[in-house]
């Protein structure tokens, strides 16, 4: 089986889709919408991109010839498009908070919050003045917080694979990493209870570890992925029915569902020729979202129908952003994420 062959972008699109689905039925606040929780799940969405973006990211760096373009790759396929986002927003929202124009770019709070998240920092301040006070929560883009994650793995990828090169030994290397990664979610979740720090680099740094693992056996998972999937799904489900500490196991038995589906379903493996939107539904979905709720629009009209809008708006962006930003950045291959 071609390793090149393979429906990594669908994988994406179902994640994307996952997680502004949940959030829709989150942030609107309706109760038309509150099924979607039985179905959907954002952090369920968030790891599988980290398990795809660890094992992606890991061929990437092997195949890219020196530090410098592999840094230069993972900056071309996030940042122009976090950036824009970020300026479109305040621009674009400008028009629609509770200050004047002229007010609302007079407000300190407007460029504390492009500094701050223009370094990541989304945490620092989520908000712009004027806009979100009475929904669920005023951050303007709360999906933002995922990238500096993303942005911290692309930066220990390296040390990793110094690392696993120095102790020629990539399994231990990655379950130390595994295991590490674990004892601090479990420190942090469970005996300090601070969840906002435990879902940092380090907490979900097992997932991008079990991405590596995958790529560097690839041979064994294209050999047998139908066998993967099988005990994978198998394993989930007994999980459900027997009182086990299965939580240490998760990102493994996940990780493994994820890659071996990757390559599982030749049907879907065209299902990007068209562009990979996946970032652009990602980065757009929140802030239409929370201005929709902003005005209540779920309530005073057919909520399935201003749900289409949400959707359709969203992919409207992320199609922009595609062919109007992202790609503009990026060289003509196939390992980006």
Request: net charge positive.
């Amino acid at each position: 089986m071609n390793n090149n062959n393979n429906c990594f972008d669908f994988l994406r699109m179902f994640f994307a889709l996952n997680i502004l689905l949940a959030h829709l039925a989150e942030l609107s606040q309706n109760r038309s919408f509150h099924f979607l929780s039985n179905y959907t799940n954002a952090i369920i969405g968030i790891k599988g991109f980290f398990v795809i973006s660890g094992f992606l990211v890991a061929k990437s760096y092997l195949n890219t010839p020196s530090l410098k373009k592999y840094f230069i790759k993972r900056v071309k396929r996030i940042v122009p498009a976090y950036v824009f986002v970020l300026l479109l927003s305040v621009l674009i929202l400008a028009f629609f908070g509770k200050h004047s124009f002229t007010e609302y770019f007079k407000d300190i709070n407007v460029y504390k919050y492009l500094g701050w998240n223009l370094f990541f920092l989304n945490f620092m301040h989520p908000c712009l003045p004027g806009l979100f006070e009475n929904n669920l929560m005023c951050a303007v883009n709360g999906s933002l917080w995922t990238l500096k994650v993303e942005e911290g793995f692309y930066i220990s990828l390296p040390f990793i694979f110094y690392f696993i090169k120095k102790v020629n030994k990539p399994f231990i290397v990655l379950i130390a990493i595994y295991c590490l990664s674990l004892l601090y979610w479990f420190i942090m979740d469970d005996y300090f209870n601070k969840p906002l720090l435990a879902k940092q680099l380090p907490g979900y740094l097992a997932y991008f570890a079990v991405g590596i693992f995958l790529y560097l056996n690839l041979d064994f998972v294209l050999k047998n992925n139908k066998m993967l999937i099988l005990m994978a799904i198998s394993t989930l489900v007994i999980s459900q029915y027997i009182d086990l500490n299965t939580n240490v196991f998760y990102p493994a038995v996940f990780g493994i569902l994820v890659i071996a589906a990757a390559y599982s379903f030749s049907f879907l493996n065209d299902f990007g020729k068209f562009g990979d939107f996946t970032y652009g539904i990602y980065i757009y979905h929140f802030p239409i979202i929370q201005l929709f709720r902003q005005y209540n629009l779920f309530e005073k009209y057919n909520p399935i129908l201003m749900a289409t809008y949400v959707i359709s708006l969203t992919f409207l962006f992320a199609a922009f952003s595609w062919y109007y930003v992202e790609k503009r950045f990026l060289d003509r291959f196939k390992t980006h994420i």
